[in-house]
Nanobody, 119 residues
Framework: QVQLMESGGGSVQAGESLRLSCTVS???????????LRWFRQAPGKGRDLVAS???????TYADSVKGRFTMSLDNAKSTMYLQMSNLKPEDTAVYLC??????????WGQGTQVTVSS
């Protein structure tokens, strides 16, 4: 069974940094059945937006709003994905969720971690 567990959220001031972690259990992290590993965020009253993703091919993409400030990385030995967030802004405030998508379009989600940025 695939499970994703996030950590690392919190409350910071604008301009500060945070690193989110998401550990994946269930042998899917580096599996040939996995299409992509992704980070999403959902602000209050808004939809879920894609923040960053890494395809199985290694291609990494970012939302325009976070380019140059956020970096997604993987540690295959620890089955963990990270989202390093720098120069945080109040508009980055949201619940951040990690996601694993299989090639059969099955999505697995973490429980979410709150990031709050105050000005």
């Amino acid at each position: 069974q695939v499970q994703l567990m996030e950590s690392g959220g919190g409350s910071v001031q604008a301009g500060e940094s945070l690193r989110l972690s998401c550990t994946v259990s269930g042998d899917m992290f580096n599996s040939r059945f996995t299409d992509s590993l992704r980070w999403f965020r959902q602000a209050p009253g808004k939809g879920r937006d894609l923040v960053a993703s890494v395809r199985h091919s290694g291609t990494t993409t970012y939302a325009d709003s976070v380019k140059g400030r956020f970096t997604m990385s993987l540690d295959n030995a620890k089955s963990t994905m990270y989202l390093q967030m720098s120069n945080l802004k109040p508009e980055d405030t949201a619940v951040y969720l990690c996601n694993l998508k299989s090639y059969t379009n099955v999505n697995y989600w973490g429980q979410g971690t709150q990031v709050t940025v105050s000005s």
